[in-house]
């Protein structure tokens, strides 16, 4: 029997359920027909749109967990009635990774390569003449205008000292009519999963209390993952990139870009994503690229604690399956990025 309702209508199989149909028989009785449909669906609630319940749009990386999607009517519910909306309450408990999330996003809008790294563009309505106009729209991406009201979204500490969301309403108006509209869109558009580690859970070698922990993988990717893994085992090594980088990998992966634009150091030891077992050396392909530092804010919009000091470095610390890694010294060579 076709499972209509969890794939495509022409998909014969359910790839998440390896054949097993979810399709409630119209014999069964409402509560076969219900346990049926939650067994068929809690499993992948991550794939649906929790405004909508339509899949992700294809093209964009699938969430680690449910989420709002792209499409125009979700991201305008998300803006004018908060539905899928990060609470204040969200905001304090999250801080760290809200200071990250701000902190990469502005990197990527300063940058001089901001049309290649910026993706996906954000979706912002804002109310011109009692209308809804888009104020920025990945259609028609405005780089300077982002580049401009990035500069201006909040400080953590101004997050911080919202005791409610109308005060952070009220802060955020201060610097332009767009400004809660980004908050929450880069908030809500990252499909990874990001938890501050706590203080016992650190690496103690790395010599900074900023460490998380990052969940950027499907359920469905993460499966395919855990059986390359049991056939071939895995090992770990660190990835560098510029901070500016990380909006996009954060949403999309760590991607083997070889050959591509978006390659910024040379291929000595051929095309791939290129890794370490040593910090040290994953250290000097974060450097921070000229001209992309994040600009310092000016009046009450004081910049950002995570990027007080512009020179910041990121790396990940990455799962990588031991099939096809080209080991150079110190230096790693993953041709396929789905091992990672």
């Known amino acids: 029997e076709r499972c209509t309702f969890l794939n495509e209508t022409d998909c014969l199989r359910c790839a998440m359920c390896e054949g097993?149909?979810?399709?409630?028989?119209?014999?069964?009785?409402?509560?076969?027909?219900?346990?049926?449909?939650?067994?068929?669906?809690?499993?992948?609630?991550?794939r649906f749109c929790i405004n909508c319940d339509q899949i992700h749009l294809p093209g964009l990386a699938q969430p680690a967990w449910p989420s709002v999607c792209q499409r125009e009517l979700c991201q305008w519910s998300l803006?004018?009635?908060?539905?899928?909306?990060?609470?204040?309450?969200?905001?304090?408990?999250?801080?760290?990774?809200?200071?990250?999330?701000?902190?990469?996003?502005?990197?990527?809008?300063?940058?001089?390569?901001?049309?290649?790294?910026?993706?996906?563009?954000?979706?912002?309505?804002?109310?011109?003449?009692?209308?809804q106009e888009k104020g920025l729209d990945p259609k028609k991406p405005d780089y300077i205008k982002m580049k401009e009201v990035a500069e201006k979204l909040p400080s953590?500490?101004?997050?911080?000292?919202?005791?409610?969301?109308?005060?952070?309403?009220?802060?955020?108006?201060?610097?332009?009519?767009?400004?809660?509209?980004?908050?929450?869109?880069i908030l809500?558009?990252?499909?990874?999963?990001?938890?501050?580690?706590?203080?016992?859970?650190?690496?103690?070698?790395?010599?900074?209390?900023?460490?998380f922990l990052v969940q950027s993988a499907s359920p469905e990717r993460e499966e395919i993952f855990a059986k390359a893994k049991s056939i071939h085992g895995s090992t770990f090594a660190f990835h560098g990139?510029?901070?500016?980088?990380?909006?996009?990998?954060?949403?999309?992966?760590?991607?083997?870009?070889?050959?591509?634009?978006?390659?910024?150091?040379?291929?000595?030891?051929?095309?791939?994503?290129?890794?370490?077992p040593n910090a040290s050396t994953s250290l000097g392909?974060?450097?921070?690229?000229?001209?992309?530092s994040v600009p310092s804010q000016s009046g009450d919009l004081s910049k950002n604690i995570f990027v007080s000091d512009k020179q910041v470095h990121i790396m990940a610390l990455c799962e990588i399956i031991e099939n096809g890694i080209k080991r150079n010294g110190t230096v790693w060579v993953v041709s396929n990025d789905e091992h990672i």
């Open 156 to 185: 953590m500490q101004q997050i911080a000292a919202s005791e409610n969301e109308n005060q952070l309403l009220e802060i955020c108006n201060q610097g332009g009519d767009m400004i809660y509209g980004l908050l929450q869109w």
């Open 241 to 276: 990139s510029p901070i500016e980088n990380w909006h996009r990998i954060l949403r999309e992966g760590i991607k083997n870009v070889s050959g591509t634009p978006l390659q910024l150091n040379g291929a000595a030891y051929g095309p791939g994503v290129y890794l370490s």
């Open 20 to 46: 097993s149909s979810f399709t409630s028989v119209q014999e069964d009785g409402f509560l076969v027909q219900l346990y049926d449909y939650l067994m068929g669906k809690i499993p992948q609630l991550h």
């Open 79 to 131: 803006t004018e009635m908060g539905i899928g909306r990060i609470s204040t309450d969200d905001l304090m408990l999250y801080a760290e990774v809200v200071d990250l999330l701000l902190a990469i996003t502005r990197a990527a809008a300063a940058s001089p390569r901001s049309n290649q790294i910026l993706s996906p563009f954000p979706l912002v309505f804002v109310e011109k003449e009692q209308k």
């Open 188 to 211: 809500t558009s990252c499909p990874a999963r990001i938890l501050s580690l706590p203080r016992g859970h650190r690496l103690k070698s790395m010599g900074t209390p900023y460490q």
């Open 285 to 292: 392909y974060s450097k921070v690229q000229g001209g992309t």
